[in-house]
């Protein structure tokens, strides 16, 4: 008798522990659902210290002079 007590409680603990772990999923959906993730951070798109591309005008201006070649 104490037996078949023992794997009643186990498997209701196993059936509420499986229900509270598919609760807290749902949640976590339905909070990814309502925010919208449609602008990138600015790190993600490009490296810190990086900044936009230079001209080719711009960059012949910071090239050292008096140097080879």
């Known amino acids: 008798m104490e037996i078949v007590i023992t794997l009643l409680a186990g498997a209701l603990l196993i059936v509420l522990g499986t229900r509270l772990?598919?609760?807290?999923?749902?949640?976590?959906?339905?909070r990814i659902a309502a925010r919208h993730f449609s602008d990138?951070?600015?790190?993600?798109?490009?490296?810190?210290?990086?900044?936009?591309?230079?001209?080719?005008?711009?960059?012949?201006?910071?090239?050292p002079t008096g140097t080879w070649p």
Do not use: F
């Not at 798109?45 to 711009?58: D, I, M, V, Y």
């Open 40 to 63: 990138p951070y600015p790190s993600l798109s490009r490296p810190p210290g990086h900044s936009h591309p230079r001209t080719p005008e711009r960059i012949a201006d910071h090239r």
């Open 21 to 30: 772990i598919h609760r807290l999923n749902a949640q976590h959906d339905a």
